[in-house]
Structure formats: C-alpha cells, structure tokens
C-alpha cells in the first residue's frame, strides 16, 4: 500500500477531471434527450450530472484551499478543509440528485406524461453509459495505486481520502442510475405506459440518496477525527517498536488530517536511567526523522519518552 501523500493527491486529481469530463458531456447530452423525448428518468439523471459536475468543481476548490501553508490560527495548515467539502457534495448529491430525482418521480405518478422519441432516449443512456464508466475506470485505477489488492468496500471504508472516497461513490450512484434509467426509458417505450419511466425516477432518487448517506456517514467519521487507516496505523505502530532506541513502546496515538497524519508516541526508550537528558532527546530526535522518512505523510511527529 502506498503512502506518499503528494502521489495519493495527484491521484485524487486525476479521478476528479475524469469524473467532471465525463459529466459534463454526459449533462448535455441528457438535458438535450430529456427536452426532445420528455422523459422524467432523463431529467432526474441530467440533474443528477449537472450536480455531479459542480461537486467535482468543489472538490477541487477543497484540494486547493489544503495546500494553504500553516499559520498562527492554524498551525497544522487546512488539510483538513478537504473533509469539509466532501461532506458539502455528499449533501448535493442527496439533495440536488436524490430528493429532487424522488419529487420528480412522485410528480410523474400524478401527472403522467408520455414518452417521446423513447429509441433517442435510450441511445444517450447508452453513450452515457461509456462515458460514465470511463469515469469510474479512473477512479477505480487511482484507488488500485493506494489499495493493492484490498476489496473496494474494504477500502471504502478504511480510506481517509475522502475526495477520492467521494468520486468513487458518485461514478458509481451515476452507474446505477444510468442502468435504471435505461431500464425505465425501455420498459416505457415496449409498454407504452409512463408509469415505468415514473417509477424508474423514483428508483434513481432512491440509489442516489443511498449512497449519499453512506458517503456522508463516512465523511462524519473523518470530521470528527479519524485515526490513519489501520493498516498504516498497524506499520507505524510496528516501525516504532523496532527502533533500537525504543525499549517499549507505551501508545501510539494517530490522526488523520487530510493526505497528512499527525503521530503522537509515548515509549519506554532504552538504557533511558542511564542517558543524560541530551542523549535521550537526540535518540527521539533519531527516531521521529526515520519515520518521516519511512511515512512521508506522517508530517508531524510528537514524541513522549515515559517510564510507565
């Protein structure tokens, strides 16, 4: 697994301009389909892109705001900011994607209106569908540099990259939505009847906001103060232990801030009665700099030496 957090940024990125080249083609082919054919699952999904598109703006924004240098009101910079921003497209996506996908969907079960021109409709979600898996293909190989061989969901849950968390669940809401649309679009045109297309709005709403919660709750985790992915968490606490200097180590304390980590150690350091107090604070010095060397995302270090 990788842990050079200027690689994982640019990583991020990548997936970001895949995600918004992708959508905004799609969004204008969709807002072009849904106004010739009158097709409510086509509406919901050009929504759902045009939100998509401004999300990955917003994203940007955040991985832009993070490079801000630290200051004297925040001392261990804005990393963080890219937390912020992802719980903000999270709720786009339950709101400008879901919720309105669902009042469409209602508002076609009392209003039905036919479907036209339902083969165009059907050609832009397949074209949609190339597009959008373009899309999710980059994402998902950005996440295959950082992950290895772990399974997505485990990685989804573990991941304290949350832009690139949040990529990875639009691309795939997009998917689905997209298949449901299809889906509707088709069963409209065999049957004839707009309760399909109706019903499929409603099924794209719920898929959406799904999937939004789960991003959301996610993102919470992070905001609140996450620690490193356990892995990381696992090597940093293993690397310590086998510093020469280090006796015993005591807690190791991890927090993820942004593609940063800050590390606080408290350790038993060996032959520590017997080392003058200089010798002691340059074996520390020793360690925390083989770390950062090791983990180059652990950029700050904080370490105790303790006898308990």
Not at 35 to 59: K, P, R, V, Y
Not at 198 to 221: C, N, S, W, Y
Request: charged share 15%; with cysteine; proline share 3%.
């Amino acid at each position: 697994m990788s842990h050079g957090s200027e690689g994982s940024a640019h990583g991020s990125i990548r997936a970001i301009f895949y995600a918004l080249g992708a959508n905004f083609g799609i969004a204008v082919a969709k807002y072009a389909a849904a106004f010739w054919t009158g097709s409510g699952s086509m509406l919901a999904e050009a929504i759902h892109s045009t939100a998509d598109c401004a999300n990955q703006l917003l994203l940007l924004l955040g991985l832009k705001q993070a490079r801000r240098p630290a200051s004297a009101d925040f001392p261990l910079g804005h990393h963080r900011v890219t937390y912020f921003w992802s719980m903000i497209v999270a709720l786009m996506l339950f709101f400008m994607g879901g919720a309105f996908s669902v009042y469409e969907g209602i508002e076609r079960l009392l209003h039905p209106q036919p479907l036209q021109h339902g083969l165009i409709a059907m050609a832009v979600l397949a074209c949609a569908v190339v597009l959008e898996a373009f899309s999710l293909w980059g994402a998902l190989r950005e996440i295959r540099k950082i992950a290895g061989r772990q399974p997505f969901l485990v990685w989804f849950r573990e991941t304290r990259q949350s832009e690139l968390m949040v990529v990875a669940g639009e691309d795939i809401a997009a998917l689905l939505g997209l298949a449901l649309a299809f889906l509707a679009v088709a069963s409209t045109v065999v049957t004839g009847n707009p309760l399909w297309d109706a019903l499929g709005t409603l099924a794209i709403g719920a898929v959406l906001m799904m999937i939004a919660i789960a991003v959301m709750i996610e993102v919470k985790g992070l905001i609140v103060g996450e620690s490193a992915a356990p892995q990381l968490r696992a090597e940093i606490e293993a690397f310590v232990a086998a510093q020469p200097e280090v006796e015993q180590v005591l807690n190791v304390i991890t927090l993820a801030w942004g593609d940063k980590v800050v590390i606080a150690v408290k350790a038993r350091m060996r032959d520590m009665e017997t080392q003058t107090g200089l010798q002691v604070v340059e074996a520390i010095n020793a360690v925390e700099a083989r770390m950062q060397e090791r983990f180059p995302s652990a950029q700050w270090v904080f370490f105790e030496p303790d006898v308990r």
